[in-house]
Each structure stands twice: as C-alpha cells, then as structure tokens.
C-alpha cells in the first residue's frame, strides 16, 4: 500500500498536535482524530477530519495512528485505558507516539503491539509550536527501521527531516539528550541576562550582541525577545521540561549542569509550570 491510500488516525491536539496533525489534513491525507477533551475537535473536524469516540475505535478504522500527548502517563491511559489501542482487535496497525516519553515505555509499548502483529515507532520531535505550523520539525525515530521506512513520507509531510536512530527507545534517549541542552541553555540565558541586568546592561543590548555572534540561534532570538516583551505565554510549557529533564535523569543523565538543571526547573514548576521555559528568568 501506498502511504497516499493510508487511513490516518491522531491523538492528541494539544499545542503540537493540532499544527502537527493539520500537515497531514493540507496534504490531502484522510484523518480521523481523537482528543480527551472533545472540543478541541472541533476545529480538525471543520478543515475536514472525521473523529472517533476513543483510541480503539480510531485504531480499528485506519493504517497508521499518531499519538501526541503529555507523558507517559498520558501514552499509557490512551493504550490501556478502557477502549485504549490495545483492546482493538487489529494487526498490521502502524503507532506512532511522537510525545516525549522514557524509552520504557516506548520498549513496553511496542512489545504489547507485536504480540498482536502491530507495529510501534518512537518518534519525537525537535522544534517547538512555530516549527510545527511550518513544517519544519526535525522528527527522531526508533523501532523498525522498515516501518520508518514505509511511514517516512508521512513524517516528511509533519517535518523537514526524519532522522532512524535504532531500535524503540532510541528516538526517546536522543530527545532525552537534546532536551536537556535545552534545559542547560535556557538556564544560562536566563543567567547572563538576569547578570548583565544587574550590572545595568540594557537586556537589547546584550540580545544583540549574542544575536550576531557565533553564540546566535533561533532558540535565543525566539526566547531572548519574549524576555525583552516580557512575554511568558508557553510555546513550550517549563512543566514539560521538567519532565524530560526528569526523563533523562531516570534514563541515567549524570552529569552536572543537566542535573542541575532538572533541580533548577524542579524547583520552579509549582510556581511557573504552566509558563513558557523562559520563565525560568523569574526564579533568579
Ligand atoms: N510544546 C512544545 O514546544 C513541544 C515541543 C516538542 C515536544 N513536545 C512534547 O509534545 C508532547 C505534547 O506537548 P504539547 O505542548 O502539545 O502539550 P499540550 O498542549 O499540553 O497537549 C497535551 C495533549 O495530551 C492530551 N492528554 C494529556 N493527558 C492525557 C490523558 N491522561 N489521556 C488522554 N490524553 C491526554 C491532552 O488532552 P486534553 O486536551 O484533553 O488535555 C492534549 O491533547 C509532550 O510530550 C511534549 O513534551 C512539546
């Protein structure tokens, strides 16, 4: 089968599900979509998905389902909850969970499957709500690299790049890794303005400067400007972070500034979890 004839199911249209999951509805692919809280449907339904009533109904109609939701908490209630994935009565299904969750369950996950002939693909993602509006995701994936293989075009159609790093799991560790950079840089970010501000350097100033210097990316542009407009509105909330930061502790991360990182934002999510990162800012 072609990937144009498959039959596409989602789950989960939170910040990165909707934009990720209205890629495939552009590109002429057929999607039937689930969400817990039912109104956020709505909106996939009006550009022309159909919706199911839960996960196994959603994986008995269709090829291939996505899942973008929180945690593996999250995973685990939509596999195994009453009418989860994995009380349909189905083989040959392709799942692909692109949230960012621990290997662990990516690995229990996919065994589940295989005992019923279906097939799993850790996929998360690299890049945040705009990269996913515009299609330029990086997409990180583990399992079988046949499976990746035939569902490429669909990670394509979501991202500019899918990436097969090995067997399930392995896509989780390397978001691991990644994320907790993220968390390392935007700790430091969040330092050197907080210092140079106490010094009394104007926060545009030193923007600038780091803007057009080697030391300049789209993740400092993007964030340093939402600190000069005061601007904490999560694109990525600080809770997620500190849930893969947490993840990549588990999955044995033991090296000092991502440790304290994770204790950094650890001690922030009470107060400022459902912010942006950035908002790490505030704590210092
Ligand atoms: N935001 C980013 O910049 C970004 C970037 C890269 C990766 N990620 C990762 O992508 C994933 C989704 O992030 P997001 O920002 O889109 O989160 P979000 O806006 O909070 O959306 C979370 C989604 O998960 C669903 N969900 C949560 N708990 C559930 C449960 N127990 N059962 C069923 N559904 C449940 C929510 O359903 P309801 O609508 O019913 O609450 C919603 O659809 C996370 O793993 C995050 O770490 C996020």
């Known amino acids: 089968m072609n990937s144009e004839d498959l039959k596409i199911g989602w789950i989960g249209l939170g910040k990165m599900g909707k934009p990720m999951s209205e890629q495939l509805i552009r590109a002429g692919y057929t999607l039937q979509v689930y969400n ?43 596999f195994s909850g009453k009418n989860g994935l994995l009380k349909a009565d189905v083989s040959n299904k392709i799942i692909i969970n692109m949230s960012t969750v621990s290997p662990e369950i990516s690995r229990e996950m996919a065994r589940e499957l295989a005992n019923n002939g279906n097939h799993y693909l850790d996929a998360p993602v690299s890049g945040s709500v705009k990269q996913a509006q515009e299609a330029s995701l990086v997409i990180i994936a583990g399992g079988e690299k046949a499976i990746f293989e035939k569902v490429r075009p669909l990670l394509e159609t979501i991202g500019k790049k899918a990436v097969f790093i090995g067997e399930t799991g392995t896509g989780n560790l390397t978001k691991l890794a990644v994320n907790t950079y993220l968390g390392i840089i935007t700790q430091g970010l969040a330092e050197v303005i907080h210092f140079s501000r106490e010094k009394g350097v104007n926060t545009g100033d030193l923007l600038e400067i780091i803007n057009n210097s080697a030391l300049g990316s789209p993740f400092i542009k993007i964030k340093g400007d939402a600190v000069l407009q005061e601007n904490y509105e999560a694109a990525f909330t600080l809770n997620h972070l500190t849930k893969d930061l947490g993840l990549a502790v588990d999955a044995g991360m033991n090296t000092p500034l991502g440790k304290l990182a994770f204790e950094t934002f650890r001690n922030a999510e009470p107060d400022l979890g459902k912010e942006d990162v950035i908002a790490i800012i505030k704590k210092l």
């Open 36 to 78: 817990r809280s039912k109104e956020k449907e709505a909106v996939l339904k009006k550009e022309g998905a159909s919706s199911a009533s839960s996960p196994k109904e959603l994986l008995e109609q269709t090829d291939v389902v996505f899942l973008m939701v929180s945690d593996d908490s999250a995973t685990h209630e939509i």
